[in-house]
């Protein structure tokens, strides 16, 4: 059996002429397979690099963090909501002991969090140990003699360390 438009004498203007229905514009899928999901948002860079860090005493210390997609931001001292919906916070440092600085980004795709241990001390006691003895003035020698910047021994804060910084640590030091 042929079916041949000229042969059956079947015409477009014949009701057997028609779009078979599976032709008919096709209503878009809601799945699309081989479209990625919307991936959670990731963290790209964050500061400071240390996520156990030593600070002294009414120091000041600037965090940040950059994700790789806009998020809703919020940052956690010690588990209290700074309240801070940006990309950075600051904090000076007015108690000695260990604090906790955590981070949450947030969007519809999911969230992150990045958390330091932060470590406060007087500003004499490198390794924040609570005692200022030979263990901290070797500590700032070491960075005097290798010219390894070191922040906590920059006792005057002029971005070097030297014998200034030295004499400082062992005046206060047991
Ligand atoms: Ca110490
Ligand atoms: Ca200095």
């Given at each position: 059996m042929?079916?041949?438009?000229?042969s059956?004498?079947?015409?477009?203007?014949?009701?057997?002429?028609?779009?078979?229905s599976?032709?008919?514009?096709?209503?878009?899928?809601?799945?699309?397979?081989?479209?990625?999901?919307n991936?959670?948002?990731?963290?790209?860079s964050?500061?400071p690099k240390?996520?156990t860090p030593n600070y002294?005493?009414?120091s000041?210390?600037?965090?940040?963090?950059?994700?790789d997609?806009?998020?809703?931001?919020?940052?956690?001292?010690?588990?209290?909501?700074?309240?801070n919906?940006t990309?950075a916070?600051?904090?000076t440092w007015?108690?000695?002991?260990?604090?906790n600085?955590?981070y949450v980004?947030?969007?519809?795709?999911?969230?992150?969090?990045?958390?330091?241990?932060?470590?406060?001390?007087?500003?004499?006691d490198?390794?924040?140990?609570?005692?200022?003895?030979q263990?901290?003035?070797?500590?700032?020698?070491?960075?005097?003699?290798?010219?390894?910047?070191?922040q906590?021994?920059d006792?005057?804060?002029?971005?070097?360390v030297?014998v200034?910084d030295?004499?400082?640590?062992s005046?206060?030091?047991?």
């Amino acid at each position: 059996m042929f079916y041949n438009s000229v042969s059956t004498g079947i015409s477009k203007a014949s009701p057997e002429y028609s779009t078979p229905s599976f032709y008919a514009s096709p209503t878009p899928s809601p799945y699309f397979p081989g479209t990625p999901s919307n991936l959670s948002p990731s963290i790209t860079s964050f500061s400071p690099k240390n996520p156990t860090p030593n600070y002294a005493l009414n120091s000041t210390t600037p965090f940040s963090v950059t994700t790789d997609q806009p998020v809703n931001s919020a940052w956690y001292l010690n588990g209290a909501n700074q309240n801070n919906n940006t990309q950075a916070w600051s904090h000076t440092w007015d108690t000695e002991g260990q604090n906790n600085v955590t981070y949450v980004g947030a969007n519809g795709n999911g969230s992150v969090s990045i958390m330091w241990n932060v470590a406060t001390c007087s500003p004499f006691d490198m390794n924040c140990d609570g005692l200022v003895d030979q263990t901290d003035r070797a500590i700032v020698w070491n960075s005097i003699n290798t010219g390894i910047y070191c922040q906590r021994c920059d006792i005057n804060n002029n971005t070097e360390v030297e014998v200034f910084d030295w004499v400082m640590v062992s005046g206060n030091s047991v």
